[in-house]
């Protein structure tokens, strides 16, 4: 194993472990991102033969896709069926959304908000998709790096409540991150992914600014 393969699949471990941080009290989750990132240009500047995943010039031949812009939009559906149904069965769920985001996200300012979701979406493909997922594929199938990849980045968002609740957010996002992790396998760009995260995200915070405000 050269070098930067064993980097890359110490990064891949140290991700996993920061991940499940949460589920021990420890709210560091949110490093797995500047870990992913970090190592991500490290590999990138290593391995200057891999493609590495954020290749703007084809975003236009991806756009021009319609099949793609099918996966785009899935995780908005999936946002609208998740909220659809806790409005109607969990309206705690929307408060919990909201205690879950709002340290990361600046409800009260548009432009700012904007911008954080735009980074933070682009952020998390890069460390999850391009990064975790694609080197997690060296060693495995698609198919299981994709659900491996979506177990460990579902249980980084997890936060403290109700069982129902906490499990009804974390099986939505399972749901869109092997969506993202699909998209990213079609495409080999974080860009692509990125937008249908952004998309989806926008749609999560105008419903919780909604119900909350």
């Avoid at 009260?108 to 682009?122: C, I, N, R, Y």
């Avoid at 890069?126 to 594929?137: E, M, T």
């Avoid at 990213?184 to 992914?193: D, E, G, L, P, R």
């Amino acid at each position: 194993m050269n070098s930067n393969r064993s980097i890359s699949l110490v990064a891949l471990i140290v991700m996993t472990i920061v991940s499940f941080s949460n589920l021990v009290g420890v709210n560091i989750a949110g490093l797995s991102v500047i870990v992913g990132i970090t190592f991500f240009f490290i590999h990138r500047k290593l391995d200057k033969r891999d493609s590495d995943g954020l290749d703007i010039k084809v975003i236009r031949t991806y756009v021009k896709q319609k099949t793609i812009w099918l996966w785009i939009a899935l995780p908005l559906v999936m946002n609208i069926i998740c909220f659809s149904l806790a409005a109607v069965f969990l309206p705690e769920f929307i408060d919990h959304i909201h205690s879950r985001t709002e340290f990361v996200i600046s409800f009260d300012k548009l432009v700012l908000l904007v911008l954080q979701l735009a980074v933070l979406a682009l952020g998390e493909e890069i460390a999850w998709r391009a990064f975790f997922q694609k080197q997690l594929s060296k060693y495995i199938p698609i198919i299981p790096t994709i659900i491996l990849t979506s177990i460990i980045f579902s249980l980084g968002h997890f936060a403290v409540g109700s069982a129902v609740i906490v499990s009804y957010d974390i099986v939505f996002i399972f749901i869109n991150s092997v969506i993202y992790g699909v998209i990213f396998y079609k495409t080999n760009n974080a860009w692509i992914s990125t937008i249908s995260h952004f998309i989806a995200n926008v749609f999560s915070i105008i419903l919780i600014s909604v119900f909350i405000f």
